[in-house]
């Protein structure tokens, strides 16, 4: 069965510091897709980034980062240069092609990223 | 993307009673799930609604606590029956076309007293 672990439960920086957030997954499916969602503390979930399991090209998107390694089972997280808007609980997903598994996304338990100023 | 609105927002209820939340995507769409998000947890996965037929629950959620309808490919509804504070909850609406693409809408904050 499809997993996710995100082993950081809380991370506290100041600002302009930069922030890894770490994500495993375990799948037996060889087609799947990669998330990481935000949720400020409206509650609403913004989607970040998706990365198929055929892409491992990192990908950088102004502040933010993603390093995908099929070899660790990893698709960590790095925001650069931390400002206070960042402070959110972010969550990494996953989602099979396979089966019965199709379309559901399964989620990490979520990083509490807190920047103080 | 999709544009997904759900209501209500929020809501405060009373523990025995039933609330059903709606959820409006402006375009057809494949799939629509119904996720749950209790204080200071992940989300969990209620069901798949299915357009036509009856929902598909994950293990641990069952039809008769939570209903699910799903008239077209634009609209579901989830219904928690009989709630208890055990029910207080961020439920939340997701929408996808493929297992590549899933949006969500903001989210119904509901409180069992």
Not at chain 1, 10 to 33: A, F, G, H, P, Q
Not at chain 2, 19 to 29: A, F, H, P, R
Request: negative net charge; hydrophobic residues 30%; aromatic residues 12%.
């Amino acid at each position: 069965a499809q997993k996710v672990t995100q082993a950081q439960t809380e991370i506290s920086v100041v600002e302009k510091e930069d922030v890894t957030l770490d994500c495993v997954y375990e799948t037996r499916d060889t087609t799947y897709y990669l998330f990481w969602y935000k949720q400020p503390p409206s509650g609403e979930l913004v989607f970040l980034i998706r990365r198929n399991s055929f892409d491992e090209q990192n990908e950088i998107s102004g502040r933010y980062s993603w390093n995908f390694q099929k070899s660790t089972s990893s698709f960590n997280f790095t925001i650069t240069a931390s400002q206070v808007v960042d402070s959110a609980v972010y969550f990494c997903a996953l989602s099979e092609r396979g089966g019965t598994s199709y379309g559901k996304l399964t989620f990490g338990q979520g990083t509490i990223l807190t920047v103080h100023p | 993307s999709a544009v997904i609105s759900q209501k209500p927002s929020r809501d405060i209820c009373q523990r025995g009673t039933s609330l059903t939340i709606q959820c409006q995507v402006d375009s057809q769409v494949t799939m629509m799930f119904w996720y749950r998000q209790q204080p200071g947890q992940s989300l969990t996965l209620i069901a798949t609604a299915n357009q036509g037929s009856e929902a598909t629950y994950e293990s641990g959620f069952v039809i008769d606590k939570f209903p699910i309808s799903r008239p077209n490919l634009t609209f579901s509804t989830l219904t928690v029956s009989n709630m208890s504070p055990e029910d207080s909850s961020i439920y939340l609406c997701s929408v996808g076309r493929g297992y590549n693409e899933q949006f969500f809408g903001p989210g119904t904050r509901l409180t069992v007293l």
